[in-house]
């Protein structure tokens, strides 16, 4: 199985700009589909962005569209998450999952720990 180490999370003001990684070990992740979720506390795990296998296609969820974008480098065995124009609202712990790049969460096997991006107003 792949193991999952998301990075890159802190505390940045609005409208700043934030890149998360997220590096795969135990696996390549050069045959996965790939997405970034996040959770807010006392929320449910929201999709964010996805990946296909060869970075050709992405997905994002509306509340991000324009703002984020999600990128991966399989040599490397890391995918990405550049956050721009950062609001409030898209404070909460972001995780990475291996196995799709759509909103269905059991879709994805396997999950980092996630980290922490804290938004001030």
């Known amino acids: 199985q792949v193991q999952l180490v998301e990075s890159g999370g802190g505390l940045v003001q609005a409208g700043g700009s934030l890149r998360l990684s997220c590096a795969a070990s135990?696996?390549?992740?050069?045959?996965?589909?790939m997405g970034w979720f996040r959770q807010a506390p006392g929320s449910e795990r929201d999709f964010v962005a996805g990946?296909?296998?060869?970075?050709?296609?992405?997905n994002y969820a509306d509340s991000v569209k324009g703002r984020f974008t999600v990128s991966r480098d399989n040599a490397k065995n890391t995918v990405y998450l550049q956050m721009n124009s950062l609001k409030p609202e898209d404070t909460a712990v972001y995780y990475c999952?291996?196995?799709?790049?759509?909103?269905?969460?059991?879709?994805?096997?396997?999950w980092g720990q996630g980290t922490q991006v804290t938004v001030s107003s």
């Open positions: 999952g291996t196995g799709s790049m759509y909103n269905r969460r059991r879709a994805y096997d396997a």
């Open positions: 135990g696996r390549p992740i050069s045959n996965y589909a």
């Open positions: 990946i296909d296998w060869s970075g050709s296609t992405t």
